[in-house]
């Protein structure tokens, strides 16, 4: 009954390759986020939708693009991988991205790139 | 753009001592504070907040203070235990557009029976 959850949980793959990662949310919010946790543990925010509407694109390369097929899902393509992909990465979501409300996070998928 | 900056980056106390954490932002337009705790391995989980029109807010053993004028909160520990070692965010929210939820570099707090 995970509320934020995202798939899989652990990736292993090698420069070039292309993967991605999906997240669901079973909260009804209309809002979810795409965050990246580097090794240092900076939390930096990447994407974020809207009710399936992209309204924060933070300087991440093209290679990354998101998807929303619809407000529950928010998934992560990533073309071309780059050793500095190798990080965590954290879905999340809250009610509405206009409030001043909390986020949930998902478990996070840890990307490692060879 | 809203930068938030944390101190210390890592805080070792011992078990029953008091732990602070302080961030700084520099968004004037920010008005919503939370905190998130995040366990190895786990992911980042909302352990207290605070909004602008309120000063200090306090959750049993934890309290978080907010001075606007000088645009800095603090997140106070009272009476540590080992479970409380963890890695600690702060982050601010700026009131313009979307959310968009700005963390801090976090603090490793590592409490010591």
């Known amino acids: 009954d995970t509320a934020v959850s995202q798939t899989p949980k652990y990736l292993v793959t090698q420069m070039g390759n292309d993967k991605s990662i999906k997240c669901e949310q079973n909260l009804g919010h209309d809002t979810m986020y795409w965050y990246k946790q580097d090794s240092k543990k900076f939390l930096k925010i990447m994407f974020s939708?809207?009710?399936?509407?992209?309204?924060i694109n933070e300087t991440v390369p093209n290679r990354f693009s998101p998807k929303s097929p619809d407000k529950a899902h928010l998934n992560l393509h990533i073309n071309s991988l780059e050793l500095g992909d190798s990080a965590v990465y954290f879905c999340a979501s809250n009610p509405s991205g206009r409030y001043n409300s909390p986020l949930h996070f998902g478990n996070g998928t840890r990307l490692t790139v060879t | 753009g809203e930068n938030v900056e944390q101190h210390p980056s890592t805080l070792s106390v011992q078990e029953g001592d008091s732990a602070v954490i302080k961030c700084t932002y520099s968004d004037s337009a920010s008005n919503y504070f939370p905190w998130y705790k995040q366990e190895l391995g786990k992911r980042p989980q909302l352990i207290i907040d605070?909004?602008?029109?309120?000063g200090e807010k306090k959750d049993q053993r934890i309290a978080v203070t907010l001075n606007k004028t000088a645009k800095h909160f603090s997140l106070h520990i009272t009476e540590t235990q080992p479970e409380d070692s963890a890695v600690y965010f702060c982050?601010?929210?700026?009131?313009?557009?979307?959310?968009?939820?700005?963390f801090g570099t976090g603090t490793r707090l590592l409490v010591s029976p």
């Open positions: 982050a601010a929210l700026s009131n313009t557009g979307f959310q968009k939820l700005v």
């Open positions: 605070i909004r602008s029109n309120v």
């Open positions: 939708y809207n009710n399936k509407e992209l309204i």
